[in-house]
């Protein structure tokens, strides 16, 4: 920094003009003056300099403060920005979750809300429903004779080997109302099995052996005259179908009717059941004798029970069965039925026939109604409405041996069906005083829902697009009737239904 020589503040003196001048006190004061104004000076400027550089630090320094505080204070803002938008993460989280589990909460309400429609739609028209499905499981000892071949199982069942139980005898004290409902299954398995090969051989017996051959010729000469009858309708007695007999046959499974809809009896049904099983136990309980209340549960409907031909051929067993209500399943039979005057009738047909019977097995569902169309076009040509039923449990009430397509055992049952009509069905069953082997069926529930009617026009030279149309949607309708009640009654509900 320069200093000023002579600053205007400090007085002018001359120059010392000799030695003796510079030893004087007051030029020397003078002098030491003049120093010290001159030092003051400049440790102000100093001084002022220094003040300035302290107060560029300061504001400096508070600058860089404030830099740092606002640095700071954005982190801090981001990272309470992080933690709400965790924190607003979390909480969709939750909402989400909660809106999922209202979601579960109202999924099962609306199931238990269709549930508790289906029952009161069922308990409108019926007056006990089953609450629950049918959770019989089969004994553990015919789960152990499944596993071998049929002979050896067959043998095993009727003399419990290899099982460590004994011999499976029926107890003693079992009530009469038991006994009667065996009693009831057992005659009608008889009738079937022997009345009519029975009824045949006895004839026979009479014409070659007796004095009594005129009965044989007697009875021959009028079945001639009368072998048409199944296709005219039949000869219903109504006393054997409402027999008290057949209350009983109800109560042994239990048969159980489930009535789904209104039927308008100003109109004539086809009914088709579905799945045949060995011997269509719940279609003869429903529609060939007053078991299961028929008549009253649809009022002004007269039911029929189609069935094979061949059944009334054998003599003896014919006219009893046609006393139940039953015909033949047959074009002439069905057109004389749907083309007569009048309406209420409804006639039901085992639409898988014989056939479907080999593929009868507890836990399996095998329909075959691909290539079934003839019921289509007669409910075409007549105008008849189609009723899909679907019976849970039928297939459960017997077991039957393995027999795949294309083994051995399946091929002869084919050929012999082929033959006579029937289908050879090598079922088992239990007895009459033991459960391990017979021809007595197994006490399991059969429930049959009759689904909603198919309402069908008047069209007396259908089309083939006509006919397989309607076919298309009668299989929808039995797929669906199944899939919706499958949960409640069928004792195998996992179990998926195939169409063949």
Same mark, same amino acid.
């Given at each position: ?21 510079? +030893?004087?006190?007051? #030029? ?5 003056? @003049? ?13 002022? !300099? ?6 560029? @630090? ?35 989280? @939750?909402?989400?979750?909660? %809106? !999922? ?20 739609? =069922? ?75 029975? /009824? ?5 017996? =009479? ?8 009965? /044989? ?35 042994? $499974?239990? *048969?159980?009717?489930?009535?789904? %809809? ?21 279609? $003869? ?33 014919? !006219? ?34 014989? +056939? ?10 095998? =329909?075959? =109604? ?6 289509? +076009? ?13 019976? $849970?449990?039928?297939?459960?009430? #017997? ?36 459960? /391990?082997?017979?021809?007595?069926? $197994?006490? +399991?529930?059969? #429930? ?7 309402? *069908? ?17 009668? *299989?929808?309708? *039995?797929?669906?009737? #199944? ?18």
């Amino acid at each position: 920094m320069e200093v000023e020589t002579n600053p205007a503040s400090i007085p002018l003196l001359g120059k010392p003009q000799t030695p003796e001048d510079l +030893k004087t006190s007051a #030029y020397t004061s003078q002098i030491v003056e @003049e120093i010290l104004e001159t030092n003051s000076h400049m440790a102000n400027g100093i001084g002022l !300099e220094k003040e300035a550089i302290t107060e560029t @630090e300061t504001t400096a320094n508070a600058k860089e403060m404030d830099t740092k505080e606002e640095e700071m204070k954005k982190q801090e803002e981001g990272k309470g920005g992080e933690t709400e938008a965790k924190e607003k993460e979390q909480k969709e989280e @939750e909402k989400t979750e909660t %809106a !999922e589990e209202h979601k579960s909460e109202e999924s099962k309400s609306q199931v238990t809300e269709e549930k508790e429609d289906q029952l009161k739609e =069922l308990k409108k028209y019926n007056y006990n429903v089953p609450e629950g499905t049918s959770s019989h499981v089969k004994d553990k000892i015919d789960e152990h004779f499944d596993k071998y071949p049929w002979v050896l199982g067959a043998l095993g069942r009727l003399f419990n080997l290899s099982t460590g139980y004994g011999p499976k005898f029926a107890p003693i004290n079992i009530p009469l109302q038991r006994r009667l409902q065996t009693f009831a299954v057992l005659f009608w398995m008889s009738t079937f099995l022997f009345m009519g090969a029975g /009824s045949f051989f006895f004839l026979l017996y =009479l014409f070659f052996f007796t004095q009594y051959w005129w009965i /044989s010729l007697c009875y021959f000469t009028w079945y001639l005259g009368d072998r048409t009858i199944c296709n005219r309708g039949g000869r219903r007695w109504h006393w054997m179908r409402s027999w008290t007999l057949w209350k009983h046959y109800r109560d042994f $499974f239990p *048969v159980h009717l489930i009535k789904t %809809a209104e039927l308008d009896p100003s109109k004539n049904y086809i009914m088709g059941y579905h799945p045949h099983g060995i011997l269509s136990a719940g279609a $003869f309980c429903h529609f060939a004798t007053e078991g299961t209340d028929f008549s009253k549960r649809f009022q002004g409907f007269t039911p029929f029970l189609l069935t094979l031909e061949a059944q009334f051929w054998l003599p003896f067993y014919r !006219e009893f069965f046609m006393c139940t209500g039953a015909v033949s399943a047959t074009r002439e039979s069905m057109d004389y039925l749907l083309g007569r005057e009048g309406s209420g009738r409804a006639l039901c047909l085992v639409v898988g026939g014989a +056939k479907e019977a080999l593929d009868c097995h507890p836990g399996q569902v095998i =329909l075959h =109604l691909s290539k079934r169309k003839g019921f289509c +076009k007669m409910a075409l040509r007549h105008g008849a409405s189609l009723v899909p039923m679907f019976s $849970f449990g039928e297939n459960d009430v #017997y077991d039957q041996i393995a027999n795949p397509e294309g083994s051995l055992i399946r091929r002869i049952q084919n050929s012999v069906q082929k033959m006579i009509g029937l289908a050879p069905c090598m079922f088992i069953g239990r007895g009459v005083f033991q459960y /391990s082997f017979g021809i007595v069926p $197994f006490r +399991k529930p059969i #429930y049959t829902v009759v689904g909603s009617p198919i309402d *069908v026009p008047l069209v007396k030279n259908p089309t083939k697009e006509q006919i397989v149309n309607l076919h298309e949607t009668y *299989v929808n309708a *039995v797929v669906d009737l #199944y899939n919706k009640y499958k949960d409640r009654y069928s004792e195998h509900p996992e179990c998926k239904i195939t169409i063949v």
